[in-house]
């Protein structure tokens, strides 16, 4: 048993040496092919790589990827998996749908109907498209999105919704991944909400009163249709007496965005002392 078991090892080691010697044969007939020498044959993989290679340029050499050659080496494509682990990006299907050529590692394509596969990178616009579902929610992120890292302007796909909104101001109102909550930016100018709204625009533009200068989302401030109480601003300006008998500011003042004209020449006093209801032909009284 002893003998057989040297016997076997003998002829292992033997069979080792001679396919050594062999290999070193073989390579000390063929000079070895290094990076340098593909391009005596292959003109478009090094100049994609000399144009547009990347990191794959600067930090990995033709054989670091391919290693040994045709005919003695029948398969020196690598897989991506070789290098490229531990991200969950890197573990999608099918790396060369999007990068389509190794040699240009950067330039990307993208079908337009890619969501999952962004969400390796970037959870937040998925996060809000989740939290208010709208129409964009059922779109693909490279419906939009069709160049990576371009921003589509929303007039691309919408007509603004008068001739005072450029394609840039659509975000004063709108977040492209929830287009539907519309929020309001307190710069917003008042000829935006008149696209929409245009009796309370033209009624406060034409207004002389103090609300005037105030824009309409300093009142209908952070959410659309937000609608604030006067008291929110004013508290409460006249003695309690006076408000018992007159519940609601407007049965004296009328609206918001046309407040009555008060007649200059009555004493604020008097209005405070001894409450009247002003007279309907105050309202909308013109100054001359
Ligand atoms: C003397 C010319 C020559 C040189 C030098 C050369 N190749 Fe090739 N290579 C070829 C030919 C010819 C083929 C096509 C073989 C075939 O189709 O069977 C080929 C095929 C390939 C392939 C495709 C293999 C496949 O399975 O489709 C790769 C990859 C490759 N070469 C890489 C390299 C790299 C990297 C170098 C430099 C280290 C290099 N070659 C140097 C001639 C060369
Ligand atoms: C980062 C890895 C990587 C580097 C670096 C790289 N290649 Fe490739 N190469 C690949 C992969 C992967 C393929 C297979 C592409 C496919 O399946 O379409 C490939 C394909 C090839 C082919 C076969 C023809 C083709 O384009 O499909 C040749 C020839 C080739 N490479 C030559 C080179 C040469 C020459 C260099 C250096 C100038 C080089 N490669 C550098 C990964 C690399
Ligand atoms: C032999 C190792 C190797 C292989 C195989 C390889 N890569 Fe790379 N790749 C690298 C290294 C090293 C870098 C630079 C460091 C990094 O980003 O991880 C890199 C960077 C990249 C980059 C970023 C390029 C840049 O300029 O920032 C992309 C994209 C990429 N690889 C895609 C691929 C794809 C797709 C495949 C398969 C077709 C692949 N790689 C195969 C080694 C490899
Ligand atoms: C659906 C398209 C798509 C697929 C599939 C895809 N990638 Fe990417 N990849 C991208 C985009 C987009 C970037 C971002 C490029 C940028 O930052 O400019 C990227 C970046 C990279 C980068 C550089 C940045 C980083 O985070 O490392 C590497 C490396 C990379 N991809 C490797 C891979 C590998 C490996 C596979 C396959 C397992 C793969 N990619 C599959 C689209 C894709
Ligand atoms: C491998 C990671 C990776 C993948 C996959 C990826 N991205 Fe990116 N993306 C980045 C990086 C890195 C940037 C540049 C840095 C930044 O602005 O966040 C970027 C930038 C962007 C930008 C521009 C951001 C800005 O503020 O200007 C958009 C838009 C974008 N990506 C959309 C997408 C879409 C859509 C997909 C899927 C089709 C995708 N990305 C897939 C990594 C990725
Ligand atoms: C209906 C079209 C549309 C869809 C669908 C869409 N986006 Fe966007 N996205 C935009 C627009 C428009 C902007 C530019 C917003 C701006 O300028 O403020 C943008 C901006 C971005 C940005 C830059 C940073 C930011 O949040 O503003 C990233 C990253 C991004 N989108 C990724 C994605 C991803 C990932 C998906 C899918 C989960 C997606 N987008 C779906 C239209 C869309
Ligand atoms: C690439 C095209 C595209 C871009 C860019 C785009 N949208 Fe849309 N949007 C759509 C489509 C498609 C719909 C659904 C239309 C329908 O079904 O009637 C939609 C619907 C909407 C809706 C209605 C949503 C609902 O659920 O009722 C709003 C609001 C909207 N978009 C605003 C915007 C804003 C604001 C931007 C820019 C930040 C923008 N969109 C960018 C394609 C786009
Ligand atoms: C001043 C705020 C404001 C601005 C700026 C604004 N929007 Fe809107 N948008 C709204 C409001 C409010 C609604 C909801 C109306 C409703 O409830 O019916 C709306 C609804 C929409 C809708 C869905 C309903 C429809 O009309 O089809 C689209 C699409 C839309 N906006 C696109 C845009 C685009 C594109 C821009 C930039 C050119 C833009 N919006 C700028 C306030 C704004
Ligand atoms: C795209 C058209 C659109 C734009 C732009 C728009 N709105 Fe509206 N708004 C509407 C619609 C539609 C309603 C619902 C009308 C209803 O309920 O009778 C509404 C309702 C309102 C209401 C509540 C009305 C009520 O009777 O309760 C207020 C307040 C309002 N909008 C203020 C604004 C302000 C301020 C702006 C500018 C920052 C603005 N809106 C821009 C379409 C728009
Ligand atoms: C967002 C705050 C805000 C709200 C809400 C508000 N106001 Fe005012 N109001 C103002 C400001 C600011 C002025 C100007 C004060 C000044 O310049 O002294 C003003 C002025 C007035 C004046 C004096 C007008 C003048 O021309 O002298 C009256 C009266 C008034 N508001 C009544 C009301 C009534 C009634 C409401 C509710 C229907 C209301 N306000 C809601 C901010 C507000
Ligand atoms: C019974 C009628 C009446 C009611 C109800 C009423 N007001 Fe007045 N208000 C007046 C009169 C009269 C004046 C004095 C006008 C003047 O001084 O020129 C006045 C003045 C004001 C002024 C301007 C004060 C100043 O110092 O310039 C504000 C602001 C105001 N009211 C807010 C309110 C608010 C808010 C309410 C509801 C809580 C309200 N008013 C309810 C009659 C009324
Ligand atoms: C000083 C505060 C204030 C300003 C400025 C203001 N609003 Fe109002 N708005 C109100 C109040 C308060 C109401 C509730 C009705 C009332 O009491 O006057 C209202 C009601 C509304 C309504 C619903 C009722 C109606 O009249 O249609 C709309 C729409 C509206 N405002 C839009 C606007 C627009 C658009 C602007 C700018 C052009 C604007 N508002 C400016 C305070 C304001």
């Known amino acids: 048993m002893k003998n057989h078991a040297t016997m076997l090892r003998v002829i292992f080691v033997s069979t080792v040496l001679t396919v050594m010697l062999a290999v070193c044969a073989y390579a000390a007939d063929r000079p070895m092919l290094s990076s340098a020498d593909c391009i005596k044959c292959h003109y478009s993989q090094p100049a994609d790589i000399a144009a547009n290679g990347g990191a794959h340029k600067t930090s990995v050499t033709c054989q670091d990827c391919h290693t040994g050659h045709r005919p003695a080496i029948k398969n020196n494509i690598p897989q991506c998996s070789q290098c490229h682990t531990d991200k969950s990006h890197y573990k999608l299907a099918n790396c060369l749908r999007c990068h389509t050529n190794p040699h240009t590692p950067k330039i ?5 109907n890619i969501t999952d596969e962004c969400l390796t990178c970037h959870t937040q616009q998925i996060a809000k498209l989740r939290q208010v579902p709208s129409k964009h929610s059922k779109l693909a992120c490279s419906f939009c999105h069709n160049v990576h890292g371009k921003k589509p302007l929303c007039t691309q796909c919408h007509k603004p919704h008068s001739a005072d909104i450029t394609a840039t101001e659509c975000k ?3 977040d492209a991944h929830m ?8 710069d917003t100018p008042n000829k935006m909400c008149a696209a929409c709204h245009k009796r309370p625009y033209e009624l406060l533009s034409k207004s002389e009163a103090k609300h005037k200068d105030v824009l309409c989302v300093t009142c209908h401030k952070d959410k659309h249709k937000f609608i604030p109480a006067c008291t929110s601003c004013h508290g409460v300006p ?9 519940t609601k500011c407007g049965e004296c003042h009328n609206i918001a965005h046309n407040l009555n004209h008060w007649d200059p020449v009555t004493p604020k006093t008097s209005a405070k002392a001894a409450p009247v209801p002003v ?10």
Do not use: D, G
């Open 108 to 112: 990307i394509k993208l079908a337009n």
């Open 172 to 174: 004063k109102c709108h």
């Open 179 to 186: 287009p539907t909550a519309v929020y309001m930016t307190p």
């Open 279 to 288: 007279p309907k032909k105050l309202k909308h009284h013109k100054k001359k």
């Open 238 to 246: 006249h003695p309690a007496s006076m408000m018992a008998r007159f």
